[in-house]
Nanobody, 119 residues
Framework: QVQLVESGGGLVQAGGSLRLSCAASGRTFSNYAMGWFRQAPGKGREVVAGISWSGANTDYADSVKGRFTISRDNAKNTVYLQMNSLKPEDTAVYTC????????????WGQGTQVTVSS
């Protein structure tokens, strides 16, 4: 089992920034690729970004490319999502997850943190 706890969400004005953190415990964090997902009210969950176990490979949804950056610190068992130039349409519950590869089915999920962007 891998336990994941997100933090860093909140209310921000459009154009602002937030950094989300996801702290992992349990199995060896560095064995897993990590992903950030989001779900807005009335919409399905969508992938936002993913990062390989080493951090060498990353992938982003087209809607966040150039604005969001995913990174990880394996020594701290933490993955981050730096979100800049936020837009109201970024409002959602953001959840981190652990999987075998960026493109694989993710096995372990956190509880999520709310991000609200006001216009």
């Amino acid at each position: 089992q891998v336990q994941l706890v997100e933090s860093g969400g909140g209310l921000v004005q459009a154009g602002g920034s937030l950094r989300l953190s996801c702290a992992a415990s349990g199995r060896t964090f560095s064995n897993y690729a990590m992903g950030w997902f989001r779900q807005a009210p009335g919409k399905g969950r969508e992938v936002v970004a993913g990062i390989s176990w080493s951090g060498a490979n990353t992938d982003y949804a087209d809607s966040v490319k150039g604005r969001f950056t995913i990174s990880r610190d394996n020594a701290k068992n933490t993955v981050y999502l730096q979100m800049n130039s936020l837009k109201p349409e970024d409002t959602a519950v953001y959840t981190c997850a652990a999987g075998i590869t960026i493109a694989s089915t993710y096995e372990f999920w956190g509880q999520g943190t709310q991000v609200t962007v006001s216009s």
